[in-house]
C-alpha cells in the first residue's frame, strides 16, 4: 500500500482528494491536515510514502512547509494547485525548486466534464512519485564526465552550436531553471523545449522561467523564427518541429511514446535540420521519449547530453538514452551549463 497524506484547506476538495486516491487499492489515505503546520506534524507522525500539498492555506502554506518538510525528513511531495491561479501556479513552481518533485490540477467536483482525467492523472502521480525513495535536489558539483581530451569536436569553443534543444518531464522545471539562468547574456542559439506538464500550467512555467532566470522564454509559435538567446516552449497537445533556417513548425497529431508534445519530435526534426550543428539535452523525467532521437541527433554528429542518475528526480528518459550510447556526457545540470557556455567560450557575466 502507497500511504500517503493529503495537505488541503478546503474541507470540500480535500474530502475529493480522499475519495479519489482512497478509490484505488494500492493506495492508503493515512492522514488529511489543513494547514502547513499540521502537515509538518503529522508527516513527521506518520511518515507517509507520498504527501499531497496544497499552496494557499492558513497559518503555514504550502512552499514554507515543502521546504520545512524537505529539510527535515524528505519526503516525495505532489503539489495539488489551481492552474487558472497565476499566482498559485508561480507558488507551485518555488515549491518544486524547494524540493517537490511534481504538480498536478486541483480536481474539479464530479459532475465536471475534465473531473475522471484530473483524478486519473493524480492517482498515477502519486503511484510514480512513491518509488522515490529519496528526493533529489539540483545542488552543484564539481563531479561528472568531461569531454575527453582527445576529442577535439567536444572541445571548450570548438563546436558551433546553432540551436539546442531540450527535452524534460517529472522534475523538469526546476532543473531547466538553473541551466536557462546559467546560460551567457549572449547565447549564441535559440533553445527549443518540450517539457512534460499537466495541461493549463504552462503559462505559469513560462512567467515563473523568465522571472527566475532573466531569459525570454515563451509558449512557441507557429512560423515563428526561433531567436538567438531566446526560449521557446513547445505548446500543450501541440508536437514543436524546427525548419533549418530555425522556423518552429506546431501541429497536432499522434501521441508518441504516448506525449504530445513529445520530445522525440523535436529531437528528429532538429537532427535531420542541424546535423552537427545541433546540441540535444535530456533531463530528468519518467519513460523514454526523446531517448532514441538523442540517438540519431548523436549519430548525425549533435552535442549530446543526458543528466545523470545522481541528480534526477527519475532516471527514466535519460536513462533509457545512456543505455542506447545516445549521450556524449552524462552530467548534472551545472556541468550541462558549463558544456553549452563552452561552445560560446565564455561563462555567465
Known sequence: MIRVLVVEDSHVVRD??????????EIEVVATAGDGYQAIELASKFHPDVITMDIHMPRLDG????????????????????????????DAFRALE??????????????HPQYH?????????????SEIR??????????GVCPPAQDRELLPGTSKIELVAIGASTGGPPVLRGILFGLTRSFPAPILIVQ????????????????????????????????????????DGVHMKVQRSCRIDLARGIPENGMCPSVSVLFRSVAEAFDRSAAGVLLTGMGR???????????????????????SVIHGMPGEAVKLGAARHVLPPDKIVEVLNSCTGRKRE
Request: proline content about 7%; some cysteine.
Open 196 to 235: 512534460h506538464i499537466a495541461p493549463g500550467f504552462l503559462p505559469g512555467l513560462v512567467g515563473w522561467l523568465t522571472s527566475a532566470t532573466g531569459v525570454s522564454v515563451e509558449i512557441a509559435c507557429d512560423a515563428k523564427i526561433a531567436q538567438r538567446g531566446h526560449a521557446y516552449i513547445a505548446p
Open 117 to 129: 482525467a484530473q483524478a486519473r492523472k493524480i492517482v498515477q502521480t502519486v503511484k510514480m512519485v
Open 16 to 25: 475529493l482528494l480522499v475519495f479519489i486516491l482512497g478509490s484505488d487499492p
Open 289 to 311: 521519449d526523446g531517448a532514441d532521437e538523442l540517438l540519431l541527433m548523436k549519430n548525425k554528429g549533435a552535442l549530446t547530453i543526458a543528466q545523470d542518475k545522481e541528480s
Open 63 to 90: 512552499l514554507e512547509a515543502v521546504r520545512r518538510i524537505m529539510a527535515t525528513d524528505p519526503i516525495p511531495t505532489v503539489i495539488i494547485s489551481a492552474s487558472v491561479d497565476p499566482g498559485e501556479v508561480g
Open 98 to 111: 524547494a524540493g517537490a518533485v511534481a504538480v498536478c490540477e486541483k480536481p474539479q467536483g464530479i459532475t
Open 134 to 143: 529519496v528526493v533529489r535536489r539540483w545542488k552543484p558539483s564539481k563531479s
